[in-house]
């Protein structure tokens, strides 16, 4: 069974411009944890950003050795949104 095409594009959409359940969780710890440690943090000192704590983000953005992969791995993880340089 396959799904309609226009439900495939419907979805795409959506969550072109909508976080996933999981992303919208991941934000919401990270937005809790950003008021917990501002509150511990002495007065005159910088406030934590809420994207200090969102570091599912930045992990594809890492410097890595691609050597040991194949052509086709490296061609799923650029599908995947790595940044291979």
Do not use: N
């Amino acid at each position: 069974m396959e799904w309609p095409q226009w439900s495939v594009d419907l979805m795409q959409a959506f969550l072109s411009r909508e976080p996933t359940a999981e992303e919208r969780c991941e934000i919401g710890m990270a937005q809790h944890t950003a008021i917990y440690v501002g509150g511990k943090i002495a007065k005159g000192k910088p406030r934590p950003k809420v994207t200090d704590f969102m570091m599912f983000r930045t992990v594809w953005e890492r410097k890595m050795d691609f050597s040991r992969y194949t052509p086709d791995e490296i061609k799923t993880m650029t599908a995947l949104g790595l940044k291979i340089e």
